[in-house]
T-cell receptor
């Protein structure tokens, strides 16, 4: 199946710093990528939908100025958590839809810990 | 955000037993998907269902797309220790729409 790479897998940062997470589709082009957040023992909650070359669409309650999403190419989307605080600590997972194939492939996730 | 109701919430079974879990929604979906998530990893697709009434198998896994398009179930036969993990259903209203995830079923298999 298609491979989605997410980097870094784990990041620990101080409160107030910004963290960038990358999501790459390695062997296919993805016009659409999705960013999810998962708190411990909970399900995945969609944060935003990222379309190549256009602005991301954010779900209700997700602050677009805090979670900056850039989808500059057909194989790369980035999520930047700006001025991170301890409550932003979570597992962030991206997924990508291959053009012409209607299945979302997921990355391995990034565990963010904000001290 | 919207979530699908998934049951049971957790299951503790003995190796070799069969497992059944289901997912229900108040709205109609055109696609139902079942994923497995291991600790610290992203979800991995197990089975995708595209038609109401469809019954699809993948090895020891069998899933069905409910005829009302508002539910789906997943069966695992003859469970083994590596089946341990969290199973999520996901519904998709349209082909490239966002996924709505279920609340998850945590499966523990004892030898």
């Amino acid at each position: 199946g298609a491979v989605v790479s997410q980097h870094p897998s784990r990041v620990i940062c101080k409160s107030g710093t910004s963290v960038k997470i990358e999501c790459r589709s390695l062997d296919f082009q993805a016009t659409t990528m999705f960013w999810y957040r998962q708190f411990p023992k909970q399900s995945l909650m969609l944060m935003a939908t990222s379309n190549e070359g256009s602005k991301a669409t954010y779900e209700q309650g997700v602050e677009k100025d805090k979670f900056l999403i850039n989808h500059a190419s057909l194989t790369l989307s980035t999520l930047t958590v700006t001025s991170a605080h301890p409550e932003d600590s979570s597992f962030y997972i991206c997924s990508a839809i291959a053009t012409g194939i209607d299945i979302q492939y997921f990355g391995a996730g990034t565990r963010l810990s904000v001290l | 955000g919207q979530q699908l109701n998934q049951s049971p919430q957790s299951m503790f079974i003995q190796e070799g037993e069969d497992v059944s879990m289901n997912c229900t929604s108040s709205s109609i979906f055109n696609t139902w998907l079942w994923y497995k998530q291991d600790p610290g990893e992203g979800p991995v697709l197990l089975i995708a269902l595209y038609k109401a009434g469809e019954l699809t198998s993948n090895g020891r896994l069998t899933a069905q797309f409910g005829i009302t398009r508002k539910d789906s179930f997943l069966n695992i036969s003859a469970s083994i220790p590596s089946d341990v993990g969290i199973y999520f259903c996901a519904g998709q209203p349209g082909v490239t729409d966002k996924l709505i995830f279920g609340t998850g079923t945590r499966l523990q298999v004892f030898p």
